[in-house]
Each structure stands twice: as C-alpha cells, then as structure tokens.
C-alpha cells in the first residue's frame, strides 16, 4: 500500500449505531488531519494530531472522538449521529504540523450516509 | 473572520485557457495551496505560492499577490480530464489551514 489509504470507503449507519473510520498512512509522516467535506462548502477541519498528539479540535461535537494511537495510523470513532453529519470524511497526512510549506497528502475518503 | 472566495463552477472548452482566480482575507499569510479534486477522490496537491509571482509547472501555472489577497491558477491546453474542483487553501499565522469552497470546472469538447 502507498500513500493514503482510508476504510471503509462508504458507511451508512443509523443514529444509535458506533462504527469506526481508519486512516493508515504509509509516508513516514508525522502529522494527521481528520476533515470534514460537505457538498459545495469548505474543508472543515475536524482534528489535528501532530507527533501522536492532539493539537487542534475546531469545535468538534463529542459524538465525534478521534484517536491516534501512533504516527502512522488515525481513527474517528461516531456514535450517536444525526443526519447533518452526512458528508465525506477525509483523512489527511503532512510531514509535520508546523511548517507552513508542507503540502497534506489527502486519502480517498470515507462517504457517511446517517439514516 | 477569515474568508477563502472563489467562483463556484467555471465552463471553458477543451485546449482553451482558462484563469480560476482565488481571493483571501486571512490573519497572516504563511502560503498558499492549490489543490485539485476529481469528483469522488482525494484532493492533490498542485502548486504552493509562497512570494509575489507566478509559478508554472507544465500546463498548470499559479499567481500570487500578497499585497492584493489574490492568486489564480492558470491551465493551459485544457483537455477532458482536467474537469474537476480546483480548491484554494491558506496558511495562516498559526499554520492554520484555511480552505476555499472549491471551483467546479467543466470541460467541454
């Protein structure tokens, strides 16, 4: 495996479900973004980890809970969802947080459907 | 508040020019990114400005003046597969990355 990678590819559960989203990144990078991408809108970060360590939470509900138990591999853990919380989720990895020139390598995204 | 424009959808024929133009209101500026999305996949990276000028990079060039907030993207010789969203992000002064909604482009035979 290169670069990215994301599972699963597509998800629908329901509001009372838990499921999990993973990100595995076979870079060597330090730095892992959980976004949110909703149709004609922004890329809304989400959560920021750099060295293992959360850095950033922009405000996320807590039916949102990430976790990164090393550099190479991301979770987003979801219980409790509401529709509004359809949209794609995507993992991203740069060599480390803070230098302003590093460009993100993007995985292919997990597409959220909550019933 | 900081704030990302660029034009929602954009339509130019194919082995035409096209300019997709980005305007930025940040706190700070530490550089700016253009990444390309095809419908269903991850965005890529395309090109980073970090000082005034333009960069070229094959049929792909990208401007920048910090002075104005603004930058463009240039594409030259279009062909089918360059339909995707074009999206503008931001550093800034705490490398926070600021996005743009995205350009749709649509190429037309």
């Known amino acids: 495996e290169t670069g990215v990678t994301q599972t699963p590819r597509h998800l629908v559960m329901g509001m009372t479900n838990k499921k999990s989203l993973k990100c595995e990144q076979h870079?060597?990078?330090?730095?892992m973004y959980w976004y949110k991408q909703s149709a004609k809108k922004p890329l809304e970060l989400m959560f920021v980890?750099?060295?293992?360590?959360?850095?950033e939470n922009n405000s996320v509900p807590s039916r949102f809970s990430p976790e990164c138990p090393n550099s190479s591999h991301l979770f987003l853990h979801l219980h409790t969802l509401q529709p509004e919380d359809s949209a794609l989720y995507l993992c991203?990895?740069?060599?480390?947080?803070?230098?302003?020139?590093?460009?993100?390598?993007f995985g292919p995204g997990t597409r959220l459907t909550v019933t | 508040g900081q704030n990302i424009d660029q034009p929602t959808e954009m339509t130019a024929t194919e082995g035409a020019i096209v300019q997709i133009n980005c305007t930025y209101q940040?706190?700070?500026?530490?550089?700016l990114f253009w990444y390309q999305q095809h419908a269903g996949e991850a965005p890529t990276f395309l090109s980073y400005?970090?000082l005034d000028g333009l960069e070229e990079k094959g049929r792909f060039s990208s401007f920048l003046s910090r002075s104005k907030g603004y930058s463009y993207l240039l594409l030259k010789e279009l062909q089918m597969k360059d339909s995707a969203s074009y999206l503008c992000?931001?550093?800034?002064?705490?490398?926070?990355?600021?996005w743009g909604a995205g350009t749709k482009l649509i190429i037309k035979p």
């Open positions: 991203a990895s740069s060599q480390d947080r803070g230098r302003m020139s590093y460009e993100q390598y």
């Open positions: 870079l060597g990078h330090n730095a």
């Open positions: 980890y750099n060295f293992k360590e959360q850095t």
């Open positions: 940040t706190s700070g500026f530490n550089g």
């Open positions: 400005n970090v």
């Open positions: 992000a931001v550093t800034d002064s705490n490398y926070q990355l600021i």
